[in-house]
C-alpha cells in the first residue's frame, strides 16, 4: 500500500520530501566514514580520558575533582564535605559522565593503599586492601590534602591556561602548575585504544633530588638519575626484586617490567619451629582474593609445603604461613610461595603520556622530569608577569592616592562642586583613568596623615620587589634556581624525613638463578595410581593388590593400576603420539572415582590412553603407530613441561599410536591383525626423539596390533588367559626387520597382545 500511495502521489505531480533544513546528504565510503568516526573516538579517549598529562600526571577526571573541591574551598584546614556534593559539582559543571566513575575516581585518589601520596583526605569508608568497596558517596566526606594543595598553587595567577567547559557556563583549567611531581609521585595506570599507560609511584624526595641533578646537570643520563631515584616506592611496601640492569633498561627505554615482592620476616616459636609472617603486600594485590587463591591450591595439592595460612590483619597485615616441615629452609619455601602464588608480582613500566602538545609518547625518565621542570619554568614565567602586571597596577593606583594627599583640599573641592568630577580631575591633575576612580573610591578615613606614611611605604616595597621580577624574568639562571628552591621547599615538605614520605618499598636483590623446584619437597609416601578404561584416575594409600572388588563409574572398567612414590611422575603416551606427564603428588586420592584425566591434560575427547607407566629417565622406550612404524626413543627426552604435552610419534590420517614398551634386551617381536609376527634384533631400531621412525612390519591388510622387546636367549614370553607361557624356539619367526612374518606359535592369546 506504501508503494501504491507513492506511486499515486508522483501520478499526481507531488515531490518527495526534502531533506530537514541544513540536513546536506552525501554518499561515503562505509570504511572511510568508519574510520573517521573511529579516529575521532580513540583520540577522545587518549586525550580525554585515559593517559596522564606528563606536567601535572594527572587525567581530567582527577584534575576536574581537585579543581572543582578548590572551588568548594575545601583546603586542608577546612571542614569535610559530602563526596556527594563534590561529584556532583563535578558532573553538573566540568565532567558530564556517570557519578559512579567520578566517585571511585575520588575513592582511588583517597585511599592510602592505592594512592602513594593521597590528594583527598577522605572522612569514612573508603574501602581497605582486601579490596572491600567504598562505602556509598551520601555516606562518605572529603576535602583536598597539603599534596594536591600544592598541585594547585599558583592557579589564580594565571599560571595556566584556563578553556570553557562543556556546555560553556565555566571555566576549567587545561592543567594544574604541580608544585608536587604528581606523574612519578603518585604514578598512572589506564588503557585508551591502541596504547596503555602503567607507571608506579615513586619517592617524591627521591624525585626532588633527581630533579636537582638535572637542574644543576641538564645533560645528566638516566643512570645517574637512577642514582637519585632507585626504584618504585609503593605504598603499601613489599621489597623490588630487580636486578639494577633490569631497572636501568626499563627507565631508559620507558618500557619493561618490574618483580615487586611481600615483605616477610620468620618467627622463632621455640623447639626448633617457625612460621612466616608477611607483614607487607606487593601492590594491588588484594589480600583477601590472595588467601582465597592460597587455600584453592592448597586444595589442589600445589602448595605441599604449605600446612596452613591465617590471616591476623588488624590495622597492620599479618598473614602467618605455617610450613607443614620445619626441616625446610624459609628461604626456599618463600621462595617456591613466590613462584607459585602473587606474594609475588610483576608490575609493567609503560610510561606512555601526553606531552606538552597533548601527543601522546613515551618517555624515558630524563624526559619525564625535564618535561616537569619546563613546566615549572613555564609556570614561574607567567606568575611573574601576572605579579609585575598587578604590581604596575597597584604603583598606578598609589601614585594617584599621593597625588590626591598632595592636592588634597582641591580634590575634594571638585568631588563636592562638580557633578561629574572624574573627567575634571583627569584633566586637573593629569591622571588616568584608573587613577581617578581610586581617587573617588577612597574612604574618607584613608585621609589620614597615617595612611599617606603606609602608602609611600608600600610604594617602596612594591617598586624594589618589580626590580627582582624584571631581574628574574631577564636573567635565565635566577629562574632556574628559584625553581631549585620551589623543589627543595618541596623535598623538605613531602621528603624522606616526613612521616609521609619515608620509604616504604625495600630496594632489594634479584633473585638467584637457582631453580628450586617443588617436587624436592614432596614427601614421598607409597601410593598405588588406578586409572580405569574411560579414563578416570586415582590414588590410595600404600601398595595395594587389585582384588577385583574396586567400584568403577557404571560402564567404566579397570585398564592401569601402578605402584609408584609421590614424588614418581607418571609417563601417558596417546593415540595421538604425544606424551604427557603427570605428577603422582598432584593426583586425587579418596574412596570417589577420581578426575578425569583429561581434565589434567589437553587430551582431545576423540583420543584415548595407549599407555601409562612410572618415568624411569634411564630407561628407553620403543613406540610404533598402526601402521607398523616406529623408533626407541630416550625416555628421559619424552618429558612435557606443560598440559599439551609433547609431540613424539608422529602420526597422520587414520594411523594412531599403537605401542610404548620398554626397549630392554636384544630382539623385538612385532605381531600384526592379522596374526603374522615377525622378530628381529633390536639394534636394526634406530634411537629418535622425534618422527614416523622406520617400518617394523609391512601388512597387506590391517596394521599393526602390538610389540615387545625382550632377552632372545631367554624366550619369548606372552599371556594367555591368566597364564604365561614362553617360547624358545623362535627360529621360524626370525627376520628381517619390515618383513611380513609369518602366522604366530599355536596356542599364542586370542587378543594378539603380548601383555
Known amino acids: 500500500m506504501a ?83 563534590v561529584v556532583g559539582d563535578v558532573i553538573g559543571k566540568y565532567h558530564p559522565h556517570g557519578d559512579q566513575s567520578v566517585y571511585d575516581a575520588l575513592v582511588r585518589l583517597a585511599q592510602e593503599f592505592a594512592a602513594r601520596y593521597p590528594l583527598v583526605d577522605g572522612q569514612g569508608n573508603f574501602g581497605n586492601i582486601d579490596g572491600d568497596n567504598a562505602a556509598a558517596m551520601r555516606y562518605t566526606e572529603a576535602r583536598l590534602t597539603a599534596v594536591a594543595e600544592s598541585l594547585l598553587d599558583g592557579i589564580e595567577e594565571d599560571a595556566v591556561d584556563f578553556r570553557e567547559t562543556y556546555d560553556g557556563s565555566e571555566d576549567e583549567p587545561l592543567v594544574l602548575p604541580g608544585r608536587f611531581p604528581n606523574l612519578l609521585g603518585n604514578g598512572s595506570s589506564g ?41 618504585p616506592d609503593f605504598p603499601t611496601g613489599g621489597v623490588l626484586a630487580e636486578s639494577p640492569a633490569a631497572i636501568n633498561e626499563a627507565y631508559s627505554t620507558g618500557r619493561g617490567s618490574m618483580r615487586i615482592r611481600a615483605r616477610w620476616v620468620v618467627e622463632d616459636l621455640g623447639r626448633g619451629t617457625w612460621q612466616i609472617v608477611v607483614i607487607e603486600m606487593p601492590y594491588q594485590v ?72 597533548r601527543a601522546p609518547k613515551v618517555m624515558n625518565l630524563r624526559e619525564v622530569l625535564q618535561a616537569f621542570l619546563d613546566h615549572r619554568h613555564e609556570v614561574l614565567v607567567r606568575r611573574a608577569k601576572h605579579r609585575l602586571a598587578n604590581i604596575e597596577h597597584r604603583l598606578e593606583i598609589l601614585d594617584g592616592y599621593l597625588i590626591a594627599y598632595l592636592n588634597l583640599d582641591q580634590v575634594i573641592q571638585i568631588i563636592r562642586d562638580t557633578d561629574e568630577p572624574k573627567p575634571k580631575l583627569i584633566k586637573a591633575f593629569k591622571l588616568t583613568d584608573v587613577q581617578a576612580e581610586a581617587i573617588l573610591n577612597m574612604r574618607l578615613r584613608a585621609l589620614r596623615r597615617l595612611e599617606e606614611m603606609q602608602i609611600k611605604g608600600e610604594r617602596d616595597k612594591l617598586n624594589a620587589e618589580m626590580k627582582e621580577i624584571k631581574a628574574l624574568l631577564r636573567d635565565e639562571k635566577k629562574r632556574w634556581a628559584t625553581i631549585a ?34 617436587d624436592d619437597f614432596v614427601e614421598k609416601e607409597p601410593v598405588t595410581v588406578i586409572c580405569s578404561a574411560k579414563g578416570w584416575i586415582r590414588t590410595v594409600k600404600g601398595h595395594a593388590e587389585a582384588t577385583g572388588e574396586e567400584k568403577y563409574k557404571d560402564g567404566d572398567g579397570p585398564r592401569f593400576w601402578i605402584q609408584a612414590e609421590t614424588t614418581d611422575k607418571l609417563l601417558m603416551f596417546a593415540t595421538n603420539g604425544r606424551f604427557y ?58 618429558i612435557a613441561q606443560t598440559k599439551s604435552g609433547k609431540q613424539v610419534l608422529n602420526v597422520s590420517g587414520d594411523n594412531e599410536a599403537a605401542v610404548c614398551t620398554p626397549a630392554d634386551g636384544d630382539s623385538v617381536a612385532v605381531i600384526g591383525d592379522n596374526r603374522k609376527m615377525v622378530i628381529f634384533p633390536i639394534a636394526e631400531v634406530p634411537e629418535m626423539t622425534r618422527g614416523r621412525g622406520i617400518t617394523l612390519q609391512r601388512y597387506k591388510d590391517g596394521g599393526l596390533s602390538d610389540a615387545i622387546c625382550f632377552v632372545k636367549k631367554e624366550g619369548l614370553t606372552w599371556r594367555t588367559g591368566g597364564k604365561f607361557r614362553t617360547e624358545t624356539d623362535l627360529v621360524s619367526w626370525v627376520n628381517k626387520r619390515g618383513n611380513a612374518g609369518r602366522l604366530a606359535p599355536r596356542g599364542f592369546a586370542v587378543s594378539n597382545k603380548f601383555t
Do not use: W
Open 581 to 638: 606427564t603427570i605428577a603422582c603428588d598432584k593426583l586425587p586420592g579418596g574412596r570417589g572415582f577420581g578426575d578425569p584425566v583429561r581434565l589434567m591434560v589437553d587430551l582431545a575427547n576423540d583420543q584415548d590412553v595407549v599407555s601409562l607407566f612410572v618415568h624411569d629417565p634411564a630407561r628407553r622406550i620403543l613406540v610404533a603407530s598402526s601402521d607398523g612404524r616406529g623408533f626407541i626413543v630416550p625416555e628421559d627426552s619424552v
Open 191 to 231: 588503557i585508551a585504544v591502541g596504547m596503555a599507560t602503567n607507571i608506579p609511584p615513586h619517592n617524591a624526595g627521591e624525585i626532588c633530588d633527581a630533579l636537582l641533578h638535572l637542574i644543576k646537570f641538564p645533560k645528566a643520563t638516566v643512570t645517574k638519575l637512577l642514582d637519585y631515584m632507585p626504584g
Open 3 to 85: 508503494r501504491a500511495a507513492r506511486k499515486s502521489g508522483r501520478r499526481k505531480g507531488t515531490t518527495a520530501a526534502a531533506p530537514p533544513s541544513g540536513g546536506l546528504i552525501r554518499d561515503t565510503v562505509l570504511t572511510e566514514a568508519l574510520g573517521e568516526r573511529y579516529l575521532a573516538y580513540a583520540l577522545s579517549t587518549i586525550t580525554a580520558r585515559s593517559l596522564p598529562d606528563v606536567r601535572d600526571g594527572l587525567k581530567p577526571v582527577h584534575r576536574r575533582l581537585l579543581y572543582a573541591m578548590r572551588q568548594l574551598k575545601l583546603d586542608p584546614k577546612s571542614g569535610f564535605k559530602k563526596c556527594a556534593r
Open 286 to 357: 588484594q589480600k583477601a582474593r590472595l588467601i582465597e587463591r592460597i587455600a584453592e591450591m592448597m586444595q589442589e595439592k600445589k602448595l605441599p609445603l604449605l600446612d596452613d595460612i591465617r590471616d591476623e590483619s588488624a590495622e597492620d597485615v599479618r598473614l602467618v604461613l605455617i610450613p607443614r616441615s620445619r626441616a625446610v629452609d624459609p628461604e626456599q619455601f618463600m621462595e617456591l610461595m613466590f613462584r607459585s602464588t602473587d606474594l609475588e608480582v610483576r608490575f609493567g613500566l609503560n610510561m606512555n603520556v601526553l606531552d606538552m602538545g
Open 485 to 518: 628552591d620551589e623543589v627543595k621547599a618541596t623535598r623538605d615538605e613531602f621528603g624522606i624525613k616526613t612521616p609521609l614520605g619515608a620509604r616504604r618499598t625495600e630496594i632489594g636483590a634479584a633473585p638467584s638463578g637457582e631453580v628450586v623446584s617443588l
